[in-house]
């Protein structure tokens, strides 16, 4: 595919576009990370730590940010480009061009176990050994891959995939356009136990899980289900693999959360919020709009919207930072405090 053709396909806003490059207009017959592409590949540079590679790459065709002296060094070494406020995500477009994830066509497998009254949508695909319980509903064109075993009185809408080996709980709710990846479990029984002077007494977990659409579910992550009520999951929310949602968590739109992420029960979290990997909340701690922790950060109490915290327990990224730097030096300043001590 020409690079020209490609731009032409991209439903994407451009700032600026140059094609004189190699062959003014060249074969693009790749798409590769900016350090490996080779003659014939299409690739993009965000800025910042990566920016000195348009002096070195071998692309044919790069996807730059505004940014007039990467575009100046990228027409002196011939090379075609295309310049955007959102490399990143014009580059998402481009894969999109070129790459369609695996999509079996309609079908029931014979080996699938489904009972007689659960209802499935049109152009449905049920891979081998798939399990579906009474009282299912399964909107038109979902796709459930391979030993996916689904409870009863589940809801899936439309356009869903399932992947090989997750397990949907009893009256789990999954939304349209969802996605869940491969060992996920989804409305499983919350971790909920009494003490007593006999031991533990289990509180059944009678609520319910809710994910709203275009959630996606990583690999072996888990999103339970509380003692009453429900955990819902909002609208276009991400999670990445081994992921822990506690019992009756309340998350937000458009959040995302890295991977070993966990929240104790009874969080609350907003849109728009943003947990890096390793985090861990507290529970029945609210987490405001916007809001952004970083890696490895332990979250004890409330955490106001747009703010960004680091560390354990948490603090201000800001002071956070300012007293790594103390940190650091308390070797030598010890050492000084001995000194003085002695004085």
């Known amino acids: 595919m020409q690079f020209k053709e490609i731009v032409d396909k991209l439903d994407v806003a451009l700032e600026k576009t140059s094609l004189r490059g190699r062959d003014l207009n060249p074969e693009i017959t790749d798409i590769a990370a900016v350090e490996r592409a080779t003659y014939g590949s299409l690739s993009y540079i965000e800025g910042g730590k990566f920016a000195h590679l348009v002096t070195e790459t071998a692309a044919s065709a790069l996807i ?5 002296s990467l575009q100046t060094q990228a027409s002196k070494r ?12 014009v580059f998402a477009r481009v894969i999109d061009l070129f ?3 695996f999509q079996p066509e309609p079908a029931i497998a014979p080996s699938a176990a489904i009972a007689t009254d659960a209802r499935i949508g ?3 695909y049920i891979g081998a050994n798939v399990v579906i319980q009474s009282g299912v509903k399964i909107g038109d064109r979902v796709c459930i891959h391979p030993n996916v075993v689904i409870y009863p009185n589940v809801t899936i809408g439309e356009n869903t995939v399932l992947h090989a080996n997750c397990t949907i709980h009893e009256r ?10 491969s060992g996920a479990v989804i409305g499983a029984e919350g971790f909920g136990f009494v003490p007593t002077s006999q031991g533990w007494y289990k509180m059944q977990q009678s609520g319910h899980t809710v994910l709203e ?29 081994l992921v822990q949602i506690g019992h009756g968590c ?16 009874g969080v609350t979290v907003g849109n728009g919020v943003l947990l890096g990997g390793q985090v861990g909340v507290a529970n029945q701690v609210t987490i405001g709009d916007g809001a952004i922790a970083t890696a490895q950060t332990g979250i004890i109490n409330d955490v106001a919207a747009g703010e960004m915290v680091s560390g354990m327990p948490h603090l201000p990224s800001k002071l956070y930072r300012k007293l790594f730097v103390i940190y650091k030096r308390l070797p030598e300043i010890y050492q000084m405090y001995k000194e003085f001590k002695k004085q």
């Open 213 to 241: 659409d275009g959630v996606e579910i990583g690999c072996n992550s888990t999103v339970d289900r509380p003692a009453v009520g429900e955990t819902r999951i909002g609208r276009n929310t991400k999670l990445d693999n």
């Open 64 to 68: 730059l940010p505004n940014d007039e």
């Open 122 to 124: 049109k152009n449905v």
């Open 172 to 181: 789990s709710h999954i939304g349209a356009n969802c996605v869940i990846h």
């Open 99 to 101: 790459y369609r994830p």
């Open 250 to 265: 309340q998350i937000g739109q458009n959040c995302a959360f890295a991977a070993y992420v966990g929240l104790a029960g």
């Open 78 to 89: 011939n090379i075609a480009w295309i310049a955007t406020k959102e490399p990143r995500l």
